[in-house]
């Protein structure tokens, strides 16, 4: 004998304050209460579920999830995964809206393998459907390519360019040359604007670094460099000007310069000081634009002279009086160095003593004092070596003697303290002024120290 079990009560949400009381399908007669149900889901209020009627089946859903809630009509809505727009996924409404968005979504920047699923429908084969192009963005990404790697404006007229950039996107556009040096200028007065507006908003004093020089061609440049400490306490530097000089190149004429560069960046009222190089004109341009500026303790800090430059000067003195060894050394690098045959007999010789080749020979340049330092430094690491290829090379006749070595050595160290010292002068992300005394003070010592040896010996 069967018993009956009775119905257990299922308790539906509530909606607009009344409880649904019975959950038969609703009759097709009624009509009005039917138009509010999606023929894709039946939609409650929060706290209930949504139940499907049937699967979905367009490819078009790969590339989209849907939200929880529905819209103030209780009609199902989707979203976009790539860039969260929404749209009513109700059944009824079909998907050839959703089909055209994924077509036109700005944030579908690279292949989709749903895309290709979709775009296959048509054609029977998947294809590599790019989105759309945006020529500013192409242009600007272009024009900043070209200053960042110092690129010639005729790079974009190549033809292999042309052709690379079709075959990424059929529709791209290629601007010539001119284009592109308009597009550059635009790009410099909108950074410089930029950069204008944030040095008038800094609140902090302006330090200045200049130098000028010629080029091959006899041409005269002057740059213009600003240190500051910017409102976060963080050490700034920027490069405000580098144009050309044109002559006479005399203190006045610079001092008429740099006073129209820092009018045009609008920070004259602002400076602290100004660091140069010792030569003569300097001080005559220093004593010039201390009248059109706003110093503090009336100037009296104003010109600085460059402690790396005063090394320099030092040290290129003192090599006047160079040691014979160290010319020895010049020589032996030259001719290792002067054709493929002696470079490879002396790479044999490296190998031979087991050293690493790939540090190579340096070989000085008489304007660049640090260049004797380095040069003597590679030949030190390679002493061992140019001892084999005496032995082996009997036209190399340079190699310096027991005795020399020792001095070489000896030189090397001397000339250390001064290359130390000067990269330390040369720092641009730390302040320097704090450093001058104790260095400098390393290398008095360092001369007294040789004094008194050479006295007593």
Not at 164 to 172: E, K
Not at 310 to 323: A, P, R, T
Request: hydrophobic share 35%; net charge positive; proline share 3%.
């Amino acid at each position: 004998m069967e018993k009956s079990i009775d119905p257990i009560p299922i308790d539906l949400a509530e909606s607009d304050g009344e409880r649904v009381q019975d959950s038969h399908p609703i009759k097709a007669s009624t009509k009005k209460s039917s138009k509010k149900i999606s023929n894709l889901t039946n939609l409650t209020k929060p706290g209930s579920h949504f139940k499907r009627q049937r699967r979905l089946t367009s490819e078009v859903w790969v590339n989209y999830e849907f939200l929880d809630e529905p819209d103030e009509n209780g009609n199902l809505l989707c979203k976009c995964k790539k860039c969260g727009t929404t749209y009513n996924a109700d059944s009824k409404n079909g998907t050839g809206n959703l089909k055209r968005h994924i077509q036109n979504c700005k944030r579908r920047n690279y292949l989709d393998v749903g895309q290709m699923i979709i775009d296959s429908s048509a054609s029977g084969s998947l294809q590599n459907r790019l989105p759309s192009i945006n020529a500013d963005i192409f242009r600007e990404l272009v024009a900043s390519a070209i200053v960042r790697h110092d690129l010639p404006f005729q790079f974009a007229e190549y033809d292999g360019i042309r052709k690379c950039f079709s075959y990424l996107h059929p529709d791209v556009k290629v601007v010539s040359r001119n284009t592109l040096k308009a597009d550059i200028l635009k790009m410099y007065r909108r950074e410089k604007s930029k950069l204008r507006e944030y040095m008038t908003a800094i609140s902090s004093r302006i330090s200045l670094t200049s130098d000028c020089w010629s080029s091959i061609t006899t041409d005269g440049y002057i740059s213009l460099t600003a240190h500051f400490i910017d409102n976060h306490w963080t050490l700034q530097k920027r490069i405000l000007n580098f144009r050309f000089l044109p002559p006479p190149h005399s203190g006045v004429h610079m001092s008429d310069e740099v006073c129209s560069m820092l009018k045009e960046w609008g920070i004259q009222k602002k400076i602290m000081s100004i660091t140069l190089d010792n030569a003569s004109s300097n001080d005559v341009f220093a004593d010039v634009i201390k009248s059109e500026l706003d110093l503090i303790c009336g100037g009296n800090y104003f010109h600085v002279r460059c402690c790396a430059h005063i090394l320099n000067l030092v040290v290129q003195d003192g090599l006047k009086e160079i040691d014979d060894a160290v010319i020895k050394v010049r020589e032996s690098v030259k001719y290792c160095k002067g054709s493929q045959a002696r470079r490879q007999r002396f790479l044999t010789s490296v190998a031979h003593v087991e050293l690493d080749n790939a540090r190579g020979l340096r070989q000085d340049v008489p304007t660049r004092w640090n260049s004797t330092y380095l040069m003597l430094e590679s030949v030190l690491y390679y002493k061992k070596a140019f001892i084999h290829f005496q032995k082996s090379d009997a036209n190399y006749i340079h190699c310096p003697t027991t005795d020399e070595w020792v001095r070489i050595e000896k030189i090397f160290r001397f000339l250390k303290v001064f290359y130390d010292v000067t990269k330390v002068f040369s720092g641009t992300l730390y302040p320097t002024a704090n450093m001058y005394f104790p260095n400098v003070l390393k290398v008095r010592l360092l001369l007294k120290e040789e004094m008194e040896v050479r006295i007593s010996s």
